[in-house]
């Protein structure tokens, strides 16, 4: 088996076996890792058509308060039925605002998703009397197909959660980055004049990039919500769309694994910063920027394409030689 195929298997053997010999506070570290790592597959994907959204935000906040209201108004409880009703509503969302957004690129694209984002925020910090304004929502602890977690597996069983509902989603964007539609995507970011004069319409490419990229940063917010057990108007903030761009480029944008890689990169990062410089972590995550910046431009994931490539030259030249 090569190794491009067998490294799938090799992931979900290390995911699947991490939790068993892992301390809990790592486990609970993993779980918001992966959970985050949809969210910056959302951002990675626009990324490939050379689209930047500052504003991304707004749909991991729609999916984890579509979640909380549905728990809090609703009563509902079951975790399977929720994560579908916040990515669709989520989706809904992208949908709508993609009939506008899809036709602006560049500066444009980046600063109308902050600014409705940023509306967002303002409704949620506002409408204290539905979503709580600063005090967010409680997200209680949920069923899994009807059945309850005990309080002792709960953070075990929310992880392998986690870790199940993400699957669909890299395969999706897998399918989504080789089908036509993802090609034309790229050939998008490359020369947009040359496309439309091929018979692709442009928008319409942009705009199925968008909302499925809403739909997964929808369903990163749901899983978000349930590893916390809390969601606060803060997931709408400019801010936290520029965080998941930062760990986009950190783990690089370029591939199906990088986001994966640089949310728990960063997720790490941020913790320890936190613990051994509490005053300056935020001066230490801009220094690891840089020096992605200038030695892997390409992310972490480059580091295993490198090694991976050496791997490949070093056994065909052993076959000559022998």
């Known amino acids: 088996m090569r190794g491009g195929k067998a490294l799938p298997l090799v992931a979900a053997a290390v995911f699947g076996a991490a939790p068993l010999v892992l301390p809990g506070w790592i486990t609970f570290l993993l779980t918001l890792a992966v959970a985050k790592s949809v969210m910056v597959l959302a951002i990675a994907l626009l990324l490939r058509g050379g689209l930047v959204s500052f504003g991304h935000g707004m749909f991991f906040a729609a999916g984890a308060y579509t979640v909380g209201m549905a728990m809090k108004w609703g009563g509902m409880r079951e975790a399977v039925v929720l994560t579908f009703l916040g990515v669709l509503a989520a989706a809904a969302a992208a949908a709508l605002l993609g009939l506008l957004i899809a036709r602006y690129r560049g500066i444009f694209f ?56 993400t699957l669909p989603a890299f395969y999706a964007v897998h399918r989504f980055w080789t089908s036509p539609l993802g090609f034309a995507l790229r050939a998008v970011r490359d020369n947009e004049v040359r496309v439309e004069y091929m018979g692709t319409s442009v928008a319409r490419v942009i705009y199925a990039a968008y909302v499925l990229s809403g739909a997964l940063g929808g369903l990163a917010g749901i899983l978000t919500g349930f590893s916390v057990g809390h969601i606060v108007p803060d997931l709408a903030y400019w801010t936290t769309s520029g965080e998941f761009v930062f760990v986009a480029v950190l783990g690089g944008p370029a591939s199906i694994p990088g986001p994966l890689v640089g949310s728990i990169a960063f997720e790490f990062l941020k913790s320890y910063a936190y613990k051994y410089a509490a005053f300056t972590w935020q001066m230490t995550l801009g220094v690891t920027m840089l020096a992605i910046i200038l030695f892997m431009p390409g992310g972490l994931w480059t580091i295993y394409e490198g090694l991976a490539r050496q791997g490949r030259q070093w056994r065909l030249s052993w076959k000559r030689t022998g």
């Open 110 to 165: 980046a600063m109308l998703n902050m600014a409705i984002s940023m509306v967002v925020y303002a409704v949620l910090l506002k409408l204290y009397w539905v979503t709580g304004g600063t005090d967010g929502i409680g997200i209680r602890t949920p069923t899994i197909l009807g059945v309850m977690p005990e309080r002792e597996s709960l953070r075990l069983v929310m992880y392998y959660f986690t870790l199940v509902m």
